[in-house]
């Protein structure tokens, strides 16, 4: 062969070699904002960042946008309304329209995910779905790249972390925590192990809908139960939904997040219901705490109904969203290993939330010792053949109630919730009183307890607003993140913070610091404060509201 054609050769073999060379180093998507997360506030977040003039690209592991917005919460926790504002409030007036009302915040989950479709489609914002995050890449403490476990490559000048589970703060190695601090981290009254609740035989007088004066429903009505195999008997072992494990020293620190569930939206219409199924490997057994729960109610003279095993709240078109009881949806200790769990093994323990439910509403409407008047309003409702169609009705999303929590500059706590502090800066309000669900059923002094959940003695005294600080990282850590649901806040304050709405309103805020923070060439956490809420209140968020009680500093 001449040497001149060994020569092009060499030149040729030479730029295809760097040409693959170049097109692999560069990334799938090159965007000002990455979004990883397509719940409520992914999707508020990606679209806020679009509408202020940004390239955004939304992230999320499943294939459905809206989280529990439309993925069975369809009732929605509001706290006061009032304090609903900017694109939150634009969701709600969106899902009116649908119904010819000028806002609606009961609402059908198929309905819910239409009204997020046609917000990201108006945006114009890619959306990549199925991808669960794999890793990022940083230099120092800015993150550069996003790779999903398919290989894909989002460079971005900032990233926002909308997740049930803060995912994407943990991958960037942000301090956060899955622990009930102890009162004494934060001088808290509500931390760490908790019993608040004594069983009791009465109950006493309820309204029409089955609550007390106190506020408490029938659906957390609390009766002394034996845990026991052979009642009487601890040598016998614990029953099945029981957990091992002494109560501990009320306020110390201690392991575990709010129990998880799936929040099922029915229907008793004949021509739109699907049966509840029981789960493949169903056995009675498993139930017989609920069978002692139902002979003691009834022993006790409660005239037993659905209430006693589902807050059901109705919704549009003969629906209904069936919450938790205190034998209800909430799979207590079926959550262990979740956060951390991979993708795969996350799947595993969503499939075993949703044998829990199925097996127990077959329970509820097959077993002999369930009432009569229960097995017939159980046996009324089923899953809705127009709703999570590729699905089988069954709603896509469980309810992640609390995973990580970030831990970054500010703490939200007990003490901004109760307005004893002020958290300067604000990026939105949340009102809702600390809700926080059981985290363990446990034996002490001989019956079944739920330690860690907190009753209705928990408001807030109104609402507050939630700093600035509480959802960017230490700047140490990560200079470019925002992060909207996983915030920085204790476990008491995070079961305020944790509503729906809230994350909607942060997502909007930390959007709009993103751009701007794009905008001025900044690190996330040097956003000049008052350009940014300045910013927020013309785009209509709600950063203030009055209170009558006098915040101390510390």
């Not at 794009?518 to 940014?532: E, F, P």
Request: hydrophobic share 35%; glycine share 10%; with cysteine.
């Amino acid at each position: 062969m001449p040497r001149y054609l060994i020569t092009v050769l060499t030149l040729i073999c030479g730029l295809l070699f760097s040409t693959q060379h170049l097109t692999a180093a560069d990334p799938d998507h090159s965007v000002d904002i990455c979004v990883y997360g397509g719940t409520s506030g992914g999707v508020v977040a990606a679209v806020k960042a679009a509408r202020l003039g940004k390239k955004a690209v939304l992230i999320e592991p499943g294939q459905h946008l809206g989280g529990m917005s439309s993925g069975g919460l369809s009732y929605s926790d509001m706290g006061k309304a009032a304090t609903v504002a900017g694109m939150a409030r634009e969701f709600y007036e969106r899902i009116g329209k649908k119904y010819n009302k000028p806002l609606e915040t009961q609402l059908e989950p198929h309905v819910a995910e239409q009204v997020f479709e046609e917000m990201i489609k108006e945006a114009g914002v890619t959306v990549i779905k199925g991808e669960p995050l794999q890793k990022v890449v940083k230099q120092g403490p800015t993150i550069t790249e996003l790779i999903t476990d398919k290989g894909t490559r989002i460079a971005a000048k900032m990233f926002i972390d909308t997740t049930y589970e803060g995912d994407l703060l943990a991958a960037a190695g942000v301090s956060c925590s899955l622990t009930r601090e102890a009162n004494s981290q934060y001088n808290e009254t509500l931390n760490g192990i908790q019993l608040h609740e004594i069983p009791e035989v009465e109950f006493g007088k309820v309204d029409k809908i089955g609550r007390r004066k106190d506020r408490r429903g029938l659906w957390d009505r609390a009766i002394p139960l034996d845990p026991y195999r052979i009642p009487g008997k601890p040598e016998s072992g614990l029953l099945p939904l029981i957990e091992v494990g002494e109560l501990g020293t009320i306020g110390a620190a201690a392991p575990g997040v709010q129990a998880y569930c799936f929040r099922l939206c029915v229907t008793d219409q004949p021509e739109n219901r699907i049966p509840i199924a029981p789960p493949a490997n169903y056995d009675p057994a498993r139930y017989e705490i609920v069978a002692r729960y139902i002979a003691a109610c009834q022993k006790a003279g409660d005239d037993m109904d659905l209430r006693w095993f589902t807050k059901h709240d109705a919704l549009p078109n003969g629906k209904f969203d069936f919450n938790t009881a205190y034998f209800g949806l909430n799979y207590v200790g079926g959550n262990k290993g979740y956060t951390e769990a991979s993708h795969a093994e996350r799947q595993q323990i969503i499939k075993e939330h949703e044998n829990y439910a199925r097996g127990l509403f077959y329970f509820l409407k097959t077993d002999e010792r369930v009432p009569d008047k229960v097995l017939e309003q159980v046996s009324q409702y089923g899953l809705c053949k127009d709703e999570f169609q590729d699905n089988g009705g069954w709603p896509h999303q469980l309810y992640i109630r609390e995973s990580r929590r970030m831990i970054s500059d500010l703490v939200m706590t007990e003490h901004h919730c109760r307005h004893a502090e002020v958290a300067p800066k604000s990026v939105g309000l949340a009102s809702y009183g600390v809700d926080i669900h059981e985290i363990r059923r446990i034996a002490h002094n001989g019956v079944m307890v739920r330690e860690g959940k907190l009753l209705g003695h928990t408001g807030t005294r109104g609402p507050y607003p939630i700093g600035y600080d509480a959802i960017v990282p230490k700047a140490s850590e990560c200079d470019n993140l925002l992060v909207t649901f996983a915030i920085s806040a204790s476990h008491v304050a995070f079961g305020s913070t944790r509503m729906e709405p809230v994350l909607m309103i942060l997502s909007q805020s930390a959007a709009t610091a993103a751009s701007q923070a794009i905008d001025a060439g900044c690190k996330i956490q040097d956003v000049n404060y008052q350009r940014l809420r300045t910013q927020l209140l013309a785009d209509g968020q709600l950063l203030d509201w009055p209170s009558n009680t006098k915040p101390r500093t510390r």
